[in-house]
């Protein structure tokens, strides 16, 4: 990277639907986005995850700060459905988040869902 070039983690303010997936990224609320998401209760992160078999309990620490504003989360998993270690979902249950992992296309379509009824949802998205 050049000198003098600044990267901030990327974040958007507010839920929003996502409007579309693929490439190797996300759309939402106007914008683009290269690499995984997280979409919280506080906004839209950056998610540095690549692959499902990387799913270590740290890079779900973000989820857990918020877990009092999350019911349900989503978590994307890419092309396939590949399941939580139980590590992480017993984490995921202590913190009172009931985690339901699906292919990244199904997570996006339902978190669209649960996000239009104004459901306590969240979703960690991998991207395709």
Known sequence: MSPGIEMNEAHFPGRA????YGDGGFR??????KGSILCLPSGIYAW????????APAYFERIIAEAGDIEV???GTGLDLLPLTPQLKLILNDNTIVSDPMSTGAAV????????EKRAVAAALIAV
């Open 28 to 33: 939402f609320a106007g914008m683009s986005h």
């Open 17 to 20: 639907p996502i409007n579309a």
């Open 48 to 55: 540095s995850v690549d692959s499902a078999t990387h799913l």
């Open 109 to 116: 379509r339902t978190f669209n869902v649960l996000l239009a």
């Open 73 to 75: 989360l989503l978590v």
